[in-house]
């Protein structure tokens, strides 16, 4: 077992292990993310084809420059031409079909990750059939866990659209002019800071329904960040301006040679797998410390292999 790795981390440190895993492991992480949300692909491919998309981009006349804005034109408008090609009864088909794998295969691929790599953290080995095991035995109540979190999050979010919208509505007519803007700005920026602070305190239920055999996991997350808000609301940001910048390299690549075709969204599928993959990574890291300081996770492997030697 590496104690070494259950120890306490700098913020520096969680970025640099979580690089690390990624890099060591890329190869069987990146396989099992590919084998989970692969179905979720290959059904936007089928979709894509029915509806009269182009496997590669169009070709028209004129230069590069036409070409180039020929590209942007039909990555823009993709979406909309499946939804007119395909007609409302495919279209709901599809949406419902692509709601149902993403909630499940992307819930799986997730899990899968976060077993993997709480297994290189520990020292011990693994497998992409071990991985992909423990997230199915935690099938269900990951699922339960993550759509009570969305009908939370989509509460919050109607119940901050009616009090901006009616209370700027309400500010307006009564300051006149304009001058009710300034307090539906303070408004909106107390919004979001109260998402993010309630989003950071809850952000490790995954991972506690995970391991634990509890659900929906508030109450654990609630524990874990105790003390740790900032640091893991940095990791958070700094890992999502990483993968920003990372996907899109590679959107705009997608964009500028292949359109919206789809091969083009074959190259921005790769480049989404890639961001969930060192994501979810450097959620385990993160996760793996908020144990290590607050429940004291390695004293108690220690002490399990203490009495197992």
Do not use: C
């Not at 539906?184 to 634990?212: D, E, H, N, P, Q």
């Not at 040679?257 to 890639?274: E, F, I, M, N, R």
């Amino acid at each position: 077992m590496d104690q070494k790795q259950l120890k306490p981390k700098s913020f520096g440190e969680i970025l640099d292990t979580s690089f690390s895993i990624s890099k060591k492991h890329f190869p069987s992480l990146f396989l099992m993310l590919l084998f989970l949300i692969g179905p979720i692909y290959i059904v936007d491919y089928l979709f894509m084809i029915v509806s009269g998309i182009d496997l590669f981009r169009e070709t028209s006349g004129g230069g590069f420059g036409e070409q180039l804005m020929n590209n942007l034109d039909t990555a823009g408008n993709v979406q909309a031409s499946v939804a007119d090609n395909l007609g409302l009864g495919m279209e709901m088909v599809y949406l419902a079909l692509n709601t149902i794998l993403n909630l499940v295969l992307y819930t799986m691929a997730q899990a899968a990750v976060i077993i993997a790599a709480g297994k290189v953290i520990k020292g011990e080995s693994w497998t992409k059939k071990t991985a992909v095991k423990g997230a199915f035995s935690r099938f269900w109540p990951l699922i339960g866990s993550s759509l009570l979190l969305g009908v939370i999050v989509f509460g919050v979010f109607l119940i901050i659209f009616i009090v901006i919208g009616f209370g700027g509505i309400g500010l307006t007519l009564a300051a006149g002019d304009g001058a009710g803007l300034f307090p539906i700005i303070l408004l909106a920026l107390g919004s979001i800071a109260l998402l993010a602070f309630f989003g950071t305190r809850l952000s490790m239920f995954f991972g506690s329904v995970v391991y634990k055999k509890t659900a929906p996991g508030f109450t654990e997350s609630w524990k874990l960040t105790k003390g740790r808000f900032w640091a893991t609301l940095g990791v958070f940001v700094v890992s999502g301006i990483i993968i920003f910048l990372l996907t899109s390299i590679f959107d705009a690549v997608s964009i500028i040679l292949l359109g919206g075709s789809v091969a083009g969204k074959l190259l921005t599928d790769l480049s989404s797998l890639l961001g969930t993959l060192f994501l979810m990574v450097g959620y385990t890291v993160l996760l793996y410390d908020l144990k290590t300081r607050n429940e004291g996770e390695d004293l108690k492997d220690m002490i399990a292999s203490y009495k197992n030697s």
